[in-house]
T-cell receptor
Framework: GEEVAQTPKHLVRGEGQKAKLYCAPIKGHSYVFWYQQVLKNEFKFLISFQNENVFDETGMPKERFSAKCLPNSPCSLEIQATKLEDSAVYFC???????????????FGDGTRLSIL | RKEVEQDPGPFNVPEGATVAFNCTYSNSASQSFFWYRQDCRKEPKLLMSVYSSGNEDGRFTAQLNRASQYISLLIRDSKLSDSATYLCVVGGSNDYKLSFGAGTTVTVRA
């Protein structure tokens, strides 16, 4: 597609439940990125993929967070045993290449607003 | 020290005014620079990439000063629709890992 598509738009979970978010990158984009935005526009990088391979996962809280990008499927971000502090907007972005080579920017999806009660 | 720092504002300006603001970045090896705008916690939308020589897109002008490690954005003839939060975004030495400023809020009043 022409846009990054994220689903669902809103997700409400009780503390301790699982949450799964999905992202379909723009067709032809090889790179997918997940960010968490909690308050005051503070974006936190979580993980990036080059096609179905993890490129950089240094931002991921590894105990409860996992992510995948499988061929012919939307990418997913899964949070096990959610905590109150996981409440945030999770943005997915995709790009054709990496920023410094031809200044290829990341294009963002609408985000998924996750509320943990 | 944060990787990207911005004046949060808000900048309240009348329609037609010029408004300008900067952001500074700490990683001297950064290779890519962008201004995004974000409306009411919706998705960030790319406003413009910032090139070494500076660049202009309609009423928007971006400048990069590598020596002093700052980027600027100038909006001329501001419109009501320019009201938004402007995010300064910098790619690290590995390019792909973007660092976001906290955003500068601009409000254009009639």
């Amino acid at each position: 597609g022409e846009e990054v598509a994220q689903t669902p738009k809103h997700l409400v979970r009780g503390e301790g439940q699982k949450a799964k978010l999905y992202c379909a990158p723009i067709k032809g984009h090889s790179y997918v990125f997940w960010y968490q935005q909690v308050l005051k526009n503070e974006f936190k990088f979580l993980i990036s993929f080059q096609n179905e391979n993890v490129f950089d996962e240094t931002g991921m809280p590894k105990e409860r967070f996992s992510a995948k990008c499988l061929p012919n499927s939307p990418c997913s971000l899964e949070i096990q045993a959610t905590k109150l502090e996981d409440s945030a907007v999770y943005f997915c972005a995709s790009s054709q290449g990496l920023g410094g080579r031809g200044n290829q920017p990341q294009h963002f999806g609408d985000g998924t607003r996750l509320s943990i009660l | 020290r944060k990787e990207v720092e911005q004046d949060p504002g808000p900048f309240n300006v009348p329609e037609g005014a010029t408004v300008a603001f900067n952001c500074t970045y700490s990683n001297s090896a950064s290779q890519s620079f962008f201004w995004y705008r974000q409306d009411c916690r919706k998705e960030p939308k790319l406003l413009m990439s910032v090139y070494s020589s500076g660049n202009e897109d309609g009423r928007f002008t971006a400048q990069l000063n590598r020596a002093s490690q700052y980027i600027s954005l100038l909006i001329r003839d501001s419109k009501l629709s320019d009201s938004a939060t402007y995010l300064c975004v910098v790619g690290g030495s590995n390019d792909y890992k973007l660092s976001f400023g906290a955003g500068t809020t601009v409000t254009v009043r009639a």
